[in-house]
C-alpha cells in the first residue's frame, strides 16, 4: 500500500467519524433542546402553584439551557464543517472554540452565582439547608473546577487553531 493510499484511507475514516459524531450531537442536540423546554413549561407552570416563587430557578433554567444548547451547536457547527470537508484551521472554528469557552466559562459564573444564592436564600422551616449544602448545616458554595478547566482548554485551543490558520494563510500566499 503507497502512502497516498494510506493518507486517502486515514482521510476517509476522519471524515466518516466526523459524520458520525455531527449525527450524534444532532440527536443531542435536539435531544436537548427537548428536555430543557420540558423543563421550562414544568417550572412556568409551577410558579404559582402553592406559593412557590421560583423565578431564580426558571432563570437558571432558561440561562443553564442557552448555555448548553449554545456549546453543543458550536460543536456541531464545527463538525458540520469538517463533514463538508472544509479545513479546520480556519479563523472561523477559532472563534468557535472561543466562544464554547466563553460559555463554559458563563457556566462556571451562572453554577457558582445560583449556589452563592440559592446558600443564602435558603428556608430554614422547610428543612432545605441540608440537601442544598451537601449534607451540612454551614452554608457551602461549590465552584466548578472542571468546567473552568474545560474553558481554559477551549480557550487554549482556539488560540492553537488561530494559530494554524495563521500559518496556513501564510503558506497558502508563499506558494
Not at 475514516?13 to 443531542?28: D, E, G, K, P
Not at 472554540?97 to 440559592?118: H, Q
Not at 446558600?119 to 468546567?147: A, H, K, L, Q, W
Request: aromatic share 10%; charged share 15%; net charge neutral.
Amino acid at each position: 500500500m503507497t502512502k497516498s493510499n494510506t493518507l486517502e484511507q486515514s482521510l476517509k475514516h476522519a471524515s466518516h467519524v466526523c459524520r458520525v459524531i455531527n449525527v450524534m450531537l444532532t440527536v443531542l442536540l435536539i435531544g436537548a433542546g427537548l428536555i430543557w423546554l420540558t423543563a421550562l413549561v414544568m417550572s412556568f407552570a409551577q410558579l404559582g402553584a402553592a406559593g412557590f416563587d421560583g423565578m431564580s430557578l426558571v432563570a437558571y433554567i432558561v440561562l443553564y439551557g442557552v448555555l448548553v444548547l449554545g456549546v453543543l451547536a458550536m460543536l456541531k457547527l464545527i463538525f458540520k464543517d469538517a463533514v463538508n470537508s472544509e479545513t479546520p484551521f480556519t479563523e472561523k472554528q477559532a472563534d468557535r472554540l472561543r466562544f464554547i469557552a466563553f460559555l463554559a466559562l458563563m457556566f462556571a459564573l451562572l453554577e457558582f452565582a445560583f449556589t452563592l444564592g440559592v446558600t443564602f436564600e435558603v428556608v430554614p422551616r422547610i428543612g432545605y439547608d441540608v440537601i442544598v449544602n451537601r449534607g451540612s448545616t454551614e452554608p457551602v458554595i461549590s465552584i466548578n473546577v472542571g468546567v473552568l478547566v474545560f474553558s481554559a482548554i477551549m480557550y487554549s485551543l482556539s488560540a492553537i487553531f488561530r494559530y494554524a490558520a495563521l500559518l496556513q494563510q501564510l503558506s497558502d500566499e508563499t506558494v
